[in-house]
């Protein structure tokens, strides 16, 4: 399956019941007609029948890769089917008849969790990745830690997309989870 990450905002999301729109939510920005390639996700490049030309990459800080051959290519901002289709125009002009490029993401960018939790930090994102299993990662709450009061900051959303989270819904690459205290 292509897969790929976001560069583009994703509109918030609501806190929904179990097993209801918050997971199709995720789900569906995950695909690879949505997902937006950004800094720190790795993609697969594999060319069919060459061995030399697939290669697994990290897009580094400006957005790009260093392809064999082509260099710098942008990939930041692109879906997987988007990047594929430029390396395989880059491979056509003067190297490959035509090639057959697949990309797809091996490592998405991580997760951030702040705030009252035991160990604050960055965290890998896996698919399918819950508040839940997010806050285990993080050693669970602090005592000050107020569990109705866990909010997601999605990546390039305007600050005041804050969302409130259930410990079922759904995280995306990039999100930046904060815990806040409880008032006494």
């Known amino acids: 399956a292509l897969l790929c990450s976001c560069a583009e905002p994703i509109q918030p999301q609501q806190p929904a019941p179990r097993g209801g729109a918050v997971r199709t939510v995720a789900a569906s920005a995950l695909d690879t007609a949505i997902y937006r390639l950004a800094p720190g996700d790795t993609v697969r490049v ?84 819950t508040l839940q299993q997010a806050l285990a990662l993080a050693g669970g709450l602090t005592d000050y830690a107020s569990p109705g009061n866990i909010f997601v900051q999605h990546e390039n959303a305007p600050k005041s997309a804050r969302v409130r989270l259930t410990m079922d819904s759904q995280l995306l690459p990039g999100d930046t989870i904060i815990v806040e205290e409880r008032t006494f």
């Open 46 to 129: 594999d060319v069919y029948g060459e061995p030399d030309l697939s290669v697994k990459l990290l897009i580094d800080p400006t957005g790009k890769i260093n392809y064999p051959f082509l260099g710098g290519v942008v990939a930041a901002g692109r879906t997987a089917p988007q990047l594929a289709a430029a390396l395989a125009a880059g491979l056509r002009n003067g190297y490959l008849v035509n090639p057959d490029v697949r990309v797809s993401v091996s490592d998405y960018r991580p997760i951030y969790i702040s705030g009252q939790v035991r160990h604050p930090s960055a965290y890998p994102f896996t698919l399918g990745l």
